[in-house]
Structure formats: C-alpha cells, structure tokens
C-alpha cells in the first residue's frame, strides 16, 4: 500500500538555524500539506499547496516559514531561523483532491537547543 | 467560533470492555468528519470519516462512528477492546478538506 515517508524522523538543531523537514507524498496524490503536534498538545494545521501555490495557511505559517515541491515527488518545509517554539513533530500529509482523505506520514520530531 | 472538542484527555477501560470516545464540533455547517489514531511514536492512521450519507459510519480495527447533527458530535465506538487499541484519538474536521483541525485527542488505556 501506498505511504507517505518523512525524512529525518529526528532532527535536532540550534535556535537560529535553518532546517528543512522533507516529504514524499504519495505519487498519484494533488494536495500536500503540513502540519504540527507540539508535545502534549494538538495536531495543529500548517498549510496546504496546490498546483505549486500555497492554498491555504494558518497564523502560525508566518515568514519563516516556506513550503516548495522542487521536483515531482519531494514536499519540503523550510524553518528559516528556528525558535525553541519550534520544537515539535512535523506530519506531512497528501490527498488525491479536496474532499478526499489525507494520508499522513509517520513525522520528524525537530529539537532546537 | 469554529472549534473541535474531545471532552475526555484520557481514558482508561478493561480489555474486552465497550468504548466511546466523545468529539463535539462548532461550525456554521456540517464539516467533513474524522477519526485519526496515533501510536506511540507513530503518525497518524486515519479510523475512519463521513463526508455525507449513512450517519453510521465504519472503519477499520473494529471501529465505529455515529454523526449526530442535532447534537454537534461524531463519537466513536467499539464494542470490544482489544489491548493493542491502546493509543492517542483525535477527532478531526475539514469544512473542505483542505484545512483540517484536530481536537486535543484522547488517550486510550488498556487494562488487562
């Protein structure tokens, strides 16, 4: 069956410097998105792209955060200089269309020191 | 406001027991409807979800799923626990998909 990979499953940085969290989606899949549990709390949504635009995003998506599919099966998220706020688990998700199921990857727990 | 609401932060049941996990949503109209499990170090396996129709919805593990409009809520059920059901529930909602929020989950604990 079909899934979606995130790469690292770790990864542990210092505050001020960037990081960028990939994802492959599943191949047949329009709609990626990103999303984020800090620990103990809620999955809270990112942003979601489509036909190589965001589509949406929430408040938390601010300027340091970007999103790009460099290539036809990558999905990357770049943290431009992270917070220790930043420390979370980052899901990846994709959909074939709106109105249809995500299928999430299994995350990257990101640290920063 | 629009919000999703897992009144329950943890629940503990014995083996073999009946569950039901609550999940109430505000939202002006009816949102798409989900039921996600989360193991231990693990991502996110969708249990089950309603866009329309059959208000009794099943999914996988054994799970199911009622949406009651009247009462705002999308609880989730099984009739028997098994010990490997224990886990992190979330309850989730997409007015089109494309922006799904979750509530704050449920833990599940097993007692044998």
């Known amino acids: 069956e079909p899934e979606v990979t995130q790469t690292p499953s770790h990864q542990v940085t210092q505050m001020g410097q960037e990081v960028i969290l990939r994802c492959v989606p599943i191949s047949n899949h329009l709609y990626f998105y990103w999303y984020r549990q800090i620990l103990g709390q809620k999955v809270e949504f990112l942003v979601s792209f489509y036909n190589n635009e965001i589509s949406e995003k929430s408040e938390i998506f601010d300027d340091q955060f970007s999103v790009e599919r460099p290539d036809g099966s990558n999905f990357t998220l770049k943290i431009r200089s992270t917070k220790l706020e930043d420390s979370a688990m980052y899901f990846c998700?994709?959909?074939f269309g709106l109105g249809e199921t995500q299928y999430f990857g299994p995350g990257t727990r990101l640290l920063v020191l | 406001a629009q919000s999703v609401t897992q009144p329950d932060i943890h629940i503990t049941v014995s083996e073999g027991a009946s569950l039901e996990l609550r999940c109430n949503y505000s939202y002006g109209a009816t949102p798409y409807l989900f039921w996600y499990v989360q193991s231990p170090g693990q991502g996110l396996q969708l249990l089950l979800k309603y866009f329309s129709g059959d208000t009794l919805v099943q999914g996988i593990k054994g799970f199911e799923a009622e949406f009651k409009r009247s009462q705002s809520s999308f609880n989730l059920r099984k009739p028997s626990v098994h010990w490997s059901d224990a886990a992190e529930y979330f309850c989730a909602v997409a007015l089109n998909n494309n922006d799904m929020r979750f509530g704050a989950g449920t833990r599940l604990t097993v007692k044998p």
């Open positions: 998700a994709s959909s």
